[in-house]
Antibody, heavy 122, light 103 residues
Framework: QVQLVQSGAEVKKPGASVKVSCKAS????????INWVRQATGQGLEWMGW????????GYAQKFQGRVTMTRNTSISTAYMELSSLRSEDTAVYYC???????????????WGQGTLVTVSS | DIQLTQSPSFLSASVGDRVTITCRAS??????LAWYQQKPGKAPKLLIY???TLQSGVPSRFSGSGSGTEFTLTISSLQPEDFATYYC?????FGQGTRLEIK
């Protein structure tokens, strides 16, 4: 069965960086884009960007341009999201999600990781 | 950028009720809309994609409709496990969510 398993909770100081991993199993890792979505406590879902595990191509939401980097290691079917220059407003649960996409604007997320809580506090 | 506006933001209903949640897009998006259910402390779960296609394993009491700029998610007969927050999504945009609570 398809599974996305994320790394554990992190506590970081303002200005630091965090790197969250997302290990895929149960399907061919390079066949589907991985997207990252975050959710602050009590708030809605916020899309951060996507990565194609086959090519390594990425696309980031404008809000995170320059601060986020999405990478992968295909040998271990793992995607990574690194966010730098952390501030308190980045405290949130970060999710990876497998994307199904087609022509035009057809994109949805059929499998999600369990989430990783990142707390930014001095 | 496309914006998605859900209504209502909060909904109180009883087991057995029929409920409808609306998602309006700021511009036409054909049928490129998905719906998710999220329970506290859990990841979102895909319910419907392409506006009206039920994801495998999702109960048939859930249905979606619409195209262009107006979409609806309907639960035909609420069950206790349906009380959750629901989000619509189109590409990198999510609606603000509709919290469905027990009356």
């Amino acid at each position: 069965q398809v599974q996305l398993v994320q790394s554990g909770a992190e506590v970081k100081k303002p200005g630091a960086s965090v790197k969250v991993s997302c290990k895929a199993s149960g399907y061919t890792f390079t066949s589907y884009d991985i997207n990252w979505v975050r959710q602050a406590t009590g708030q809605g879902l916020e899309w951060m960007g996507w990565m194609n595990p086959n090519s390594g191509n990425t696309g980031y939401a404008q809000k995170f341009q320059g601060r986020v980097t999405m990478t992968r290691n295909t040998s271990i079917s793992t995607a990574y999201m690194e966010l730098s220059s952390l501030r308190s407003e980045d405290t949130a649960v970060y999710y990876c999600a497998r994307a199904i996409s087609g022509s035009g604007s057809y994109i949805f997320f059929d499998y999600w990781g369990q989430g990783t809580l990142v707390t930014v506090s001095s | 950028d496309i914006q998605l506006t859900q209504s209502p933001s909060f909904l109180s209903a009883s087991v057995g009720d029929r409920v409808t949640i609306t998602c309006r897009a700021s511009q036409g998006i054909s049928s490129y809309l998905a719906w998710y259910q999220q329970k506290p402390g859990k990841a979102p779960k895909l319910l419907i994609y392409a506006a009206s296609t039920l994801q495998s394993g999702v109960p048939s009491r859930f249905s979606g409709s619409g195209s262009g700029t107006e979409f609806t998610l309907t639960i035909s007969s609420l069950q206790p496990e349906d009380f959750a927050t629901y989000y619509c999504q189109q590409r990198g945009t999510f609606g603000q969510g509709t919290r469905l609570e027990i009356k």
